[in-house]
């Protein structure tokens, strides 16, 4: 039995192989062609950042924006984020894709302050390979300097994945991040692994509570209770908390009646690219303070 087992075993792990070997081969050309290509997209200035506009919930001012990544491919045109940052974290190239992202996203931000556009904040997404790197710190720093953007203006968001591996330095990492003066936030949470333990440990600034909570509070009674819970956990850490991938009206006046300090998402804008994100600031666009009389009028 156990040599006719070993046999079935074998036969169905050399057809497994065989039959996956193909689409593995095809997965493994496609990341090189992809990590190619964004080699060259780098040295050819085809990326290109798109902000998303962080609005306060009690004022309706935009305060902030999120720069986003997109790949302005010469043939595909552009490349949404999910489609290359994964290639670009195993390869390492996340790297120097992060720190251009870094420069450009403070330099821009500064020039529009410098045009009178007000003193909002900037996010940049950093990833776990960038977190680890020798040179985060003086990159950061180093970008503050050059572009003469106040630290307190540039927000860094995190993952939790982050705080898996090696808890004792990423708390002393993130304890010399904020030594610079920048604001740290956690982005997507409660969708990872993490422990709330870490969250009276770690010196975080923002809660960002994830896009797949926020969609379903206005049918989900396990959602909406998780959206109110992570408000108040926040707020009870006196830390600020921001509800993005908010697309209606319903969704906006719940985190509204339960204190939400500030949202994104496409019920006030995409994320724009720089000239349409400049326009919608010299407009002044504002969310109105009553949406549910919005909401009342249209219906
Ligand atoms: P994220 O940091 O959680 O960014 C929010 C994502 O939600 C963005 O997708 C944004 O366009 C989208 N979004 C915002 N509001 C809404 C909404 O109301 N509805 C829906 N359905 N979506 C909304 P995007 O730009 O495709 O970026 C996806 C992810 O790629 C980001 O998620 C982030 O993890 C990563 N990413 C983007 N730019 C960078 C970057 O410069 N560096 C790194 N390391 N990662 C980046
Ligand atoms: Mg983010
Ligand atoms: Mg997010
Ligand atoms: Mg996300």
């Given at each position: 039995h156990a040599d006719i087992a070993m046999y079935r075993a074998k036969k169905l792990g050399r057809n497994n192989f065989q039959f996956y070997t193909p689409a593995m081969n095809d997965e493994a050309q496609e990341r090189v062609r992809i990590e190619s290509a964004l080699r060259s997209a780098l040295e050819r200035d085809e990326f290109v950042l798109h902000y998303q506009p962080q609005v306060n919930l009690a004022s309706g001012q935009v305060v902030g924006m999120e720069a986003l990544i997109r790949w302005q491919h010469p043939e595909l045109g552009v490349v949404a984020p999910d489609r290359f940052i994964s290639v670009a974290e195993e390869t390492g190239l996340i790297v120097p894709i992060g720190a251009w992202v870094m420069r450009t996203a403070c330099a821009q931000n500064k020039a529009w302050q410098d045009a009178g556009l007000g003193m909002l904040r900037v996010a940049v997404n950093l990833s776990a390979r960038q977190f680890g790197a020798t040179n985060l710190l003086a990159d950061i720093s180093d970008v503050l300097a050059q572009t003469g953007l106040a630290p307190s203006l540039l927000e860094i968001e995190l993952t939790e994945s982050l705080f898996m591996s090696d808890v004792t330095l990423a708390v002393e990492l993130l304890h010399s991040m904020k030594s610079l003066g920048v604001n740290l936030s956690i982005d997507d949470f409660g969708t990872g692994y993490s422990s709330l333990s870490y969250l009276s440990r770690f010196p975080i600034d923002v809660l960002k509570i994830d896009r797949s909570f926020v969609s379903d509070i206005t049918r989900d009674a396990n959602d909406a209770a998780i959206v109110a819970s992570i408000i108040a956990l926040a707020h009870n850490l006196k830390l600020s908390v921001i509800a993005e991938g908010v697309e209606t009206a319903e969704q906006l006046d719940y985190l509204r009646r339960h204190g939400c300090d500030e949202m994104q998402g496409y019920y006030f804008?995409?994320?724009?690219a720089a000239p349409a994100f400049e326009e919608l600031l010299r407009q002044r666009k504002s969310l109105p303070l009553s949406v549910t009389a919005a909401h009342a009028e249209r219906v």
């Open positions: 804008s995409r994320p724009l």
